[in-house]
């Protein structure tokens, strides 16, 4: 990791938790883990569950300090918020108590651009998602997809260089959320950014990353394998699924995947009995 | 409508029954003498007489306005020192845990008995009325500012971080917004409380007010007119209540209504 054109790199992240149960054994729930994402390369992350994928994100967006390493952005050591990423939350993050339009500009306003200019590109993001006409509803009102198109409205209002998004839309059923996987890439392809795609599935990861970093289970989660994905662009993420490529790289990081979602498993769960 | 309807029926019903149990024309069955349920429970025709005369007579509104007038003074001063204060404490938790058992205690302690002491502050005028109100009024609005402060979500918190919020942005857009819910759930409690505050404080030692004037008439054994300040108060609480109702419904329009949809 040399090329000196990464965007965003981590450096041997470490983050450590006192745990809850016994303050003097910290919990680690990261360890020297290091990733580096290239200018508009879309790197995914995947990793069983509870293994501290949201965690590294985080560090990544500048809201958590790590207990030791490095954090740059273009190279330049990062200091409290990462203001170049745009952040998509697993849960739903919208301020209820504003409309989907005034979501959308919260970003703007909070930049201090002028009221009508926010509000007209604000607009003009709701129409590029598919919302233009949902402006004036508050989320409440909204389905979870549609809440989810405000939240990537939002996010890319504020035209950020690196995008990080945190399983963003696992909480949709699976043809919605094929949709706005569809809809994330059209939206990336035509202006390019850095992206982190957290996520616990797979597929999702394959169908639209470049690159597909597997993570270890936790505690002390760091990476154990990287699979470059050359499956051609642009990619109808439910089509893509059914090429024998995809398959093939499917398989080989299942493969590589599988004893750390077993060891998640095992450490969550009680073993199944002899024979079951 | 039709609730309407079975509503005012039921407010008939009620004042006919109570009219009828305390006539003195009709015969007692529990008291010895038929003029004692007039006695103790008064008689709502001369109860609406009284009202009325009040009302005509002009001889209420100087009383009335006092009242409200605390209870508003009560009511708005209670409710902005509550809601500074949740602020202040639920974003600054070491000063929090310093004063929490203060709080506490202050909470726990029956704030009416504080009623003589503010008598001998204030004087018998409205000041000392006032300040029983905000005591009352102040730590429900208080706690309930502190709760919203400390609940609010942390992902939308972290989202508003992440969107490029300062601190004051954080205060004015994430904080107030999420507070101000728990504040209206709070604020119905305290329009009653703060007439509480007001009417007592007059009760216990005043020269105006509903409250005074409920405590001459019991004096001269007068239920009607007691009755008569009663219904005042009540119907004062209730207004107050819709306009607080009112205000709520304007400034919460996005929050989910469990009517919102209507099954046909």
């Keep these: ?276 | 409508m039709k609730v309407r309807y079975a509503q005012l029926l039921l407010l008939f019903a009620l004042l006919l029954g109570w009219g009828l149990l305390t006539d003195p024309r009709v015969p007692a069955f529990y008291f010895d003498n038929p003029d004692k349920a007039a006695f103790f429970f008064g008689e709502p025709l001369k109860v609406l007489g009284r009202l009325a005369n009040w009302f005509v007579g002009g001889e209420i509104y100087p009383h009335l306005w006092v009242t409200l007038l605390e209870t508003l003074l009560a009511f708005v001063l209670g409710t902005v020192g509550g809601i500074a204060m949740g602020l202040w404490l639920g974003l600054a938790p070491t000063a929090a845990a310093i004063l929490d058992p203060y709080i506490k205690a202050l909470n726990a302690m029956p704030r009416v008995i504080l009623a003589p002491i503010f008598m001998v502050w204030f004087g018998l005028g409205m000041a000392s009325k006032v300040a029983l109100g905000i005591t009352l009024v102040f730590f429900i609005v208080f706690f309930n500012v502190y709760q919203g402060v400390r609940e609010v979500s942390p992902a939308v918190l972290a989202n508003a971080r992440m969107l490029g919020a300062s601190q004051r942005q954080l205060l004015r857009h994430v904080y107030m917004p999420s507070a101000l819910s728990w504040v209206f759930a709070s604020l119905h409690n305290s329009v009653g409380l703060a007439f509480v505050g007001a009417v007592v404080g007059e009760y216990l030692g005043s020269a105006e007010g509903v409250g005074y004037l409920i405590h001459q008439a019991e004096g001269v054994f007068d239920i009607n007119t007691v009755i008569a300040g009663i219904l005042l108060l009540t119907l004062f609480a209730l207004v107050l209540d819709g306009a607080v109702g009112w205000i709520e419904s304007r400034l919460m329009v996005w929050q989910p209504h469990a009517g919102d949809t209507t099954q046909l």
């Excluded at chain 1, 939002?154 to 569809?182: G, K, Y």
């Design chain 1, 1 to 276: 990791m040399v090329d000196g054109h990464y965007s965003l790199e981590l450096e041997r992240i470490t983050c450590r938790f006192a745990s809850r149960d016994d303050p003097g054994m910290p919990y680690v729930a990261v360890a020297e883990a290091s990733l580096a994402v290239r200018a508009g390369e879309f790197v995914a992350v995947v990793g069983p569950t509870g293994c501290g994928k949201s965690t590294l994100l985080n560090v990544a967006a500048g809201l958590l300090a790590p207990s030791s390493g490095a954090v740059r952005v273009h190279g330049e050591p990062l200091v409290g918020i990462n203001r170049k990423a745009g952040y998509m939350f697993q849960a739903d993050a919208l301020m209820p108590w504003r409309s989907a339009l005034a979501n959308v500009t919260a970003g703007l306003e909070f930049r201090g651009i002028e009221a009508g200019e926010a509000r007209a590109q604000g607009q003009a993001w709701l129409q590029r998602v598919g919302l233009g006409g949902f402006g004036a509803r508050y989320p409440h009102q909204l389905s979870g997809g549609m809440r989810k198109r405000v939240a990537l409205a939002q996010m890319l209002a504020l035209d950020p260089e690196i995008l990080l998004m945190d399983e963003p839309f696992s909480a949709l059923d699976v043809q919605t959320r094929q949709l706005m996987e569809n809809e994330l890439l059209a939206l990336w392809s035509a202006n390019r950014k850095s992206v982190i795609f957290i996520t616990h599935d797979l597929e999702e990861a394959i169908s639209l990353s470049d690159r597909v970093i597997v993570l270890s289970a936790g505690p002390g989660t760091h990476p154990i394998g990287e699979f470059v994905i050359d499956l051609p662009r642009p990619r109808d993420v439910a089509e893509i699924r059914l090429t024998p490529r995809f398959v093939a790289l499917h398989t080989r990081i299942w493969h590589a995947m599988k004893d750390e979602v077993m060891k998640a498993y095992a450490a969550q769960y009680a073993p199944l009995p002899e024979g079951a």
